[in-house]
Protein backbone atom coordinates (compact mmCIF):
# COMPACT_ATOMS: atom_id res chain seq x y z
CA UNK A 1 0.00 0.00 0.00
CA UNK A 2 1.16 3.49 -0.95
CA UNK A 3 1.06 5.96 1.65
CA UNK A 4 1.45 9.62 1.40
CA UNK A 5 2.54 11.61 4.54
CA UNK A 6 2.50 15.26 4.44
CA UNK A 7 4.20 18.30 6.97
CA UNK A 8 4.77 21.76 7.15
CA UNK A 9 1.35 23.33 7.81
CA UNK A 10 0.61 26.58 10.66
CA UNK A 11 0.01 29.24 11.46
CA UNK A 12 1.70 32.37 9.36
CA UNK A 13 0.96 36.30 8.85
CA UNK A 14 0.38 37.71 5.32
CA UNK A 15 3.37 38.27 3.64
CA UNK A 16 5.06 35.52 5.36
CA UNK A 17 6.00 31.64 3.95
CA UNK A 18 5.94 28.42 4.78
CA UNK A 19 6.91 25.12 3.10
CA UNK A 20 5.06 22.13 2.84
CA UNK A 21 6.53 18.33 2.03
CA UNK A 22 5.06 15.37 1.06
CA UNK A 23 6.63 11.73 0.92
CA UNK A 24 5.29 9.09 -0.64
CA UNK A 25 6.25 5.55 0.75
CA UNK A 26 5.51 1.58 0.12
CA UNK A 27 5.33 -0.21 -2.88
CA UNK A 28 6.40 2.37 -5.48
CA UNK A 29 7.01 1.07 -9.04
CA UNK A 30 7.61 4.91 -10.69
CA UNK A 31 6.40 7.80 -9.87
CA UNK A 32 5.06 9.67 -12.35
CA UNK A 33 3.13 12.88 -11.14
CA UNK A 34 2.83 14.63 -7.81
CA UNK A 35 0.47 17.82 -7.39
CA UNK A 36 -0.75 20.00 -4.86
CA UNK A 37 -4.49 21.10 -3.83
CA UNK A 38 -6.62 23.15 -1.77
CA UNK A 39 -9.71 23.26 0.22
CA UNK A 40 -10.47 26.67 1.67
CA UNK A 41 -13.44 27.15 4.14
CA UNK A 42 -16.85 26.38 2.87
CA UNK A 43 -15.33 25.89 -0.79
CA UNK A 44 -14.57 22.91 -3.30
CA UNK A 45 -11.32 21.82 -3.31
CA UNK A 46 -9.11 23.08 -6.42
CA UNK A 47 -6.24 22.50 -8.08
CA UNK A 48 -2.95 24.46 -6.69
CA UNK A 49 0.76 22.70 -8.80
CA UNK A 50 1.58 20.04 -10.27
CA UNK A 51 4.93 18.04 -11.68
CA UNK A 52 5.98 15.40 -13.12
CA UNK A 53 8.88 12.93 -12.99
CA UNK A 54 11.27 14.90 -15.55
CA UNK A 55 10.25 18.34 -13.97
CA UNK A 56 7.81 20.00 -15.52
CA UNK A 57 5.83 22.14 -13.54
CA UNK A 58 2.26 24.49 -14.11
CA UNK A 59 0.59 26.31 -11.47
CA UNK A 60 -3.20 28.22 -11.19
CA UNK A 61 -3.41 31.85 -11.53
CA UNK A 62 -3.77 32.30 -8.12
CA UNK A 63 -0.75 31.13 -6.55
CA UNK A 64 1.55 31.70 -9.73
CA UNK A 65 4.87 33.99 -9.06
CA UNK A 66 4.31 33.01 -5.67
CA UNK A 67 4.62 29.24 -4.42
CA UNK A 68 7.54 27.19 -6.35
CA UNK A 69 6.83 23.22 -6.51
CA UNK A 70 9.24 20.84 -6.54
CA UNK A 71 10.15 17.23 -6.02
CA UNK A 72 13.27 15.08 -5.16
CA UNK A 73 12.55 11.42 -7.22
CA UNK A 74 15.26 9.82 -5.33
CA UNK A 75 13.06 10.43 -1.53
CA UNK A 76 9.70 10.14 -3.74
CA UNK A 77 9.06 13.66 -2.31
CA UNK A 78 7.30 16.90 -3.12
CA UNK A 79 7.59 19.91 -2.02
CA UNK A 80 5.57 23.78 -1.82
CA UNK A 81 7.48 26.73 -1.11
CA UNK A 82 4.67 29.63 -0.34
CA UNK A 83 6.03 32.98 -0.40
CA UNK A 84 3.87 36.23 0.04
CA UNK A 85 1.09 34.39 1.52
CA UNK A 86 -2.30 36.01 1.51
CA UNK A 87 -5.50 35.33 4.05
CA UNK A 88 -7.17 33.73 0.54
CA UNK A 89 -4.37 31.23 0.87
CA UNK A 90 -6.55 29.72 3.69
CA UNK A 91 -6.82 26.14 3.50
CA UNK A 92 -6.39 22.20 4.08
CA UNK A 93 -3.42 21.62 1.73
CA UNK A 94 -3.62 18.00 -0.04
CA UNK A 95 -0.95 15.94 -1.35
CA UNK A 96 -1.98 14.22 -4.71
CA UNK A 97 0.13 11.38 -6.08
CA UNK A 98 -0.07 9.05 -9.37
CA UNK A 99 2.08 6.06 -8.46
CA UNK A 100 2.28 2.72 -10.42
CA UNK A 101 2.71 0.00 -7.62
CA UNK A 102 3.88 -3.03 -10.59
CA UNK A 103 4.63 -2.11 -14.57
CA UNK A 104 0.79 -2.32 -14.83
CA UNK A 105 -1.17 -1.19 -12.18
CA UNK A 106 -1.46 2.93 -11.63
CA UNK A 107 -3.26 4.95 -9.02
CA UNK A 108 -4.07 8.01 -8.02
CA UNK A 109 -3.29 8.58 -3.73
CA UNK A 110 -4.23 11.72 -1.50
CA UNK A 111 -2.51 12.50 1.84
CA UNK A 112 -4.39 13.45 4.96
CA UNK A 113 -4.39 16.96 4.71
CA UNK A 114 -2.21 19.85 6.37
CA UNK A 115 -4.04 23.14 7.38
CA UNK A 116 -2.63 26.43 6.13
CA UNK A 117 -3.97 29.72 7.87
CA UNK A 118 -2.99 32.96 6.78
CA UNK A 119 -3.75 35.94 9.02
CA UNK A 120 -4.25 39.32 7.97
Known sequence: QVQL?????????AGGSLRLSCAASGSIFSNDYMAWYRQPPGKQREFVAEIFSDH???YAGSVKGRFTIDRDNAKNTVY???????PEDTAVYYCNAQIRSTRYTSDTYWGQGTQV???S
Open 5 to 13: VESGGGLVQ
Open 56 to 58: RQT
Open 80 to 86: LQMNSLK
Open 117 to 119: TVS
